[in-house]
């Protein structure tokens, strides 16, 4: 049974950090490509950050050089570090795997 869960999510200024985790479990963090997607109510879903299985990374060009997407293999978790946020960030954030799997969403909010 594969669970992907969130954490991390919370208000924040614009300019703040945040560090958005996802603890996997009957599932292999480091074998398999992650990605980080969000929504804002009314729009879809949009693709954030991606890894692949061999570690090659590709952000959404809103984020490009201030999200960071890294996995923590010893601890089963993909992380998603967010710097210099601005509140068009704010949307819930989820994490999904390889086989569509999705966390339940953690809500980030920039004011």
């Given at each position: 049974?594969?669970?992907?869960?969130?954490?991390?999510?919370?208000?924040?200024?614009?300019?703040?950090?945040?560090?958005?985790?996802?603890?996997?479990?009957?599932?292999?963090?480091?074998?398999?490509?992650?990605?980080?997607?969000?929504q804002?109510?009314?729009?879809?879903?949009?693709?954030?950050?991606?890894?692949?299985?061999?570690?090659?990374?590709?952000?959404?060009?809103?984020?490009?050089?201030r999200?960071?997407?890294?996995?923590?293999?010893?601890?089963?978790?993909?992380?998603?570090?967010m710097?210099?946020?601005?509140?068009?960030?704010?949307?819930?954030y989820?994490?999904?795997?390889?086989y569509?799997?999705?966390?339940?969403?953690?809500?980030?909010?920039?004011?």
């Amino acid at each position: 049974h594969v669970q992907l869960v969130e954490s991390g999510g919370g208000s924040v200024q614009a300019g703040g950090s945040l560090r958005l985790s996802c603890a996997a479990s009957g599932y292999t963090v480091s074998s398999y490509c992650m990605a980080w997607f969000r929504q804002v109510p009314g729009r879809e879903r949009e693709g954030v950050a991606g890894i692949e299985d061999d570690g090659r990374i590709s952000y959404a060009d809103a984020v490009e050089g201030r999200f960071t997407i890294s996995k923590d293999n010893a601890k089963n978790v993909l992380n998603l570090q967010m710097d210099n946020l601005n509140p068009e960030d704010s949307a819930v954030y989820y994490c999904v795997n390889a086989y569509n799997h999705w966390g339940q969403g953690t809500q980030v909010t920039v004011s």
